[in-house]
Nanobody, 124 residues
Framework: VQLQASGGGSVQPGTSLRLSCATS????????IGWFRQAPGKEREFVAA????????RSADSVKGRFIISRDNAKNTVYLQMNSLKPEDTALYSC??????????????????WGQGTQVTVSS
């Protein structure tokens, strides 16, 4: 089972990035996928999640209206479109998979598989 996050980088405030989570080794349709982030010296926090079908999503209040999660099961990939980035969005972003019965859960312990992260740095 593998989840590989990519697409991070160093950008200026107000710009956009799109992260990708490429999956392999399991049937993506059986899982909800979530994005979490962790900034230096802070605890990991939930960002956004999407149900196995893509019909249901959940986002943290801090990113609502700015970040959009989507998935393409045919490509085994989940995306996180991040718009209007702020310095406080700076963190290591990771994707994770939770069995579909949990839905787009924000609870970290519901996730069975975790991938390596991709760094996002927002600064002027």
């Amino acid at each position: 089972v593998q989840l590989q996050a990519s697409g991070g980088g160093s950008v200026q405030p107000g710009t956009s990035l799109r992260l990708s989570c490429a999956t392999s080794g399991f049937t993506l349709e059986d899982y909800a996928i979530g994005w979490f982030r962790q900034a230096p010296g802070k605890e990991r926090e939930f960002v956004a999640a999407i149900s196995w079908s893509g019909d249901s999503t959940r986002s943290a209040d801090s990113v609502k209206g700015r970040f959009i999660i989507s998935r393409d099961n045919a490509k085994n990939t989940v995306y996180l479109q991040m718009n209007s980035l702020k310095p406080e969005d700076t963190a290591l972003y990771s994707c994770a998979a939770a069995v579909s019965r949990w839905g787009p859960t924000s609870v970290g312990r519901h996730y069975s598989y975790w991938g390596q992260g991709t760094q996002v740095t927002v600064s002027s």
